[in-house]
């Protein structure tokens, strides 16, 4: 048990971004009632969009202001196609039959895949990141914080933080709320709705922007096909946590990521489980978390019971 | 003197199905009109026609005389035509003080605003003494009541009460039926769309009887409380 605390901070930091990505399907499935499966490739363009900033920044900038930048940057291209995509293929479909925009969101993920594959310089290989992890602090004698990881711990929450503020404090947030409850009466009380709808699209796209800046710095790399099975992890946390709720998208990513992290280090320690523990089997451990819990609790750790709308 | 609301032949469709075939009436400032029938008589469907929830498949709306037909729901509001909806449709996770600021969402004059909530606690003091519970926590009744106060934070030139009375206890009903009442004394103009025919009528100036998608009798109020077929029909009287 010498290293638990390790492999608790390791699975928070995992956590933390996976919440982070967690936030834009919450949003948007709490609004409009649709899983868009293209979240993951929104994460992905934020990650492109960052590295080409940082290629267009002078040589020698310094990472302190280079990750900022990178971070909007990402978020730009992010916000664009995630918009964009609700304007064209998302909206149009409104009123559809559920099954529709839900194809449409898987259709929306392959071509974006294969747009970034195709036509981003050099992206049928992976593309490297700017040298980032460095030294690691060390916290206490088994402890060790990676930057990258300190970079998401702080990040997220600071993210979380801002966006409950915006959602209960803030005009547009108690629209948002709004129309995430009933939207025709949002309608009467002069909430345009569609803007409420771009813009929870936005914010999950921007938070995606921030977790692919954070994965990339970690990894070091990023290349056009991460957005999988990151965006299904992300996708896990949010219902795990209740989808629909923000908090939960969080909790939801924290749980996931120190059930992987537990489940790597510890599950091949149980005797008898030898060849069902370490890296290879977190994603099934992840799974069987998520069937458990549904089990249990079919509305997610901290979802509402979805009641008859009288 | 033009009517504050003018209803020329409208109609509504869901699909090839018309809910609503071509039905006039009008609506003076100052008036209560009320629209009454069956289940499945086209009224609510009027009312969402109205506040643009739906779109007309043909006639024309004016309201203050502009037209409304293709005016988008979110901005019928702005315009003073507010709508407490069949069914109450509060904001059950929101607090009661929130739902009524949502009520006032296109309003900016904070101290307007803090007036008017105050005013509906007044109106309605069990909800000034819930204030910052849950919505979804009240009672049907007490629901009924926030939709309205709700509807009235938009300082409307015309209310659009539909169902009030629907699934209340007789009491609260008749609390809701004194409130409306009220709100006619202190000048409101009301469209109110009711089941309940004996109490919609005797408070009401003009009275419409809808039958499946159509206007089939209308009059001042007191004359449609004492007509035969009326009585009939909706009274439950042979």
């Known amino acids: ?310 | 003197m033009t009517a504050l609301l003018e209803v020329e032949d409208l109609r509504v469709a869901y699909g090839k199905i018309e809910a609503v075939k071509g039905i006039s009436f009008s609506v003076e400032a100052g008036q209560v009109v009320t629209l009454i029938g069956t289940n499945g008589a086209g009224k609510t469907t009027t009312l969402r026609t109205l506040s643009g929830l739906l779109k007309p498949s043909g006639g024309r709306i004016t309201f203050d005389g502009k037209p409304l037909g293709n005016v988008p729901a979110h901005k019928i509001v702005a315009l003073g035509l507010a709508h407490s909806p069949e069914g109450r449709h509060i904001f059950p996770r929101l607090t009661i003080a929130e739902n009524l600021q949502l009520g006032a969402f296109l309003r900016t004059d904070k101290a307007g605003i803090e007036k008017d909530i105050q005013r509906a606690y007044d109106l309605f003091p069990i909800l000034g003494e819930r204030r910052k519970q849950a919505a979804g926590t009240l009672s049907g009744g007490e629901q009924q009541m926030l939709a309205m106060g709700r509807a009235l934070m938009s300082q409307p030139k015309l209310l659009m009460l539909d169902e009030p009375s629907m699934g209340l206890s007789p009491i609260m009903m008749q609390k809701i039926m004194e409130t409306i009442v009220e709100l006619k004394a202190a000048g409101t103009t009301i469209l109110l769309v009711e089941q309940n025919a004996q109490a919609a009528l005797s408070l009401a100036d003009q009275g419409h009887v809808m039958e499946v998608g159509k206007i089939v009798l209308s009059g001042p109020g007191s004359d449609l409380l004492h007509d035969e077929s009326v009585r009939k029909a909706y009274l439950g009287e042979d």
């Open chain 1, 1 to 310: 048990m010498h290293e638990l605390p390790q492999q608790l901070a390791n699975g928070l930091a995992l956590g933390a971004l996976y919440g982070l990505i967690a936030i834009g399907y919450t949003m948007v499935y709490g609004i409009v009632q649709l899983i868009n499966f293209a979240h993951g490739e929104i994460f992905m363009i934020g990650g492109f969009g960052a590295l080409t900033t940082y290629i267009m920044l002078p040589s020698g900038t310094t990472l302190l202001v280079a990750i900022p930048l990178m971070i909007i940057g990402g978020a730009i291209a992010s916000v664009a196609v995630a918009t964009a995509a609700e304007r064209f293929a998302y909206r149009p479909l409104r009123g559809a039959p559920r099954l529709a925009p839900l194809i449409t969101a898987i259709g929306l993920s392959i071509v974006l895949q294969q747009l970034v594959w195709g036509f981003y310089p050099d992206a049928k290989k992976p593309r490297s990141f700017p040298e980032f992890q460095g030294e690691s602090f060390k916290l206490l004698d088994n402890l060790y914080l990676q930057r990258a990881d300190a970079f998401v711990l702080v990040l997220a929450p600071l993210c979380m933080l801002a966006l409950g503020l915006f959602v209960a404090k803030s005009r547009s947030g108690r629209a948002m709320q709004a129309t995430a409850q009933d939207p025709d009466t949002a309608k009467l009380m002069g909430i345009n709705t569609d803007r409420i709808i771009v813009m929870a699209f936005a914010i999950g796209a921007a938070f995606a922007a921030v977790a692919s800046v954070a994965y990339g710095l970690d990894k070091g790399q990023i290349n056009f096909e991460m957005g999988f099975i990151l965006g299904l992890k992300a996708f896990t946390a949010a219902v795990l946590g209740g989808i629909g709720n923000i908090y939960g998208a969080m909790v939801g990513g924290v749980v996931l990521g120190l059930a992987e992290a537990l489940s790597i280090a510890y599950i091949e320690e149980i005797p008898g489980m030898q060849q069902l523990g370490g890296g290879a089997w977190a994603n099934v451990w992840a799974f069987v978390l998520l069937i458990v819990v549904l089990l249990v609790r079919p509305q997610g750790l901290l979802g509402e019971r979805v009641t008859d709308r009288a």
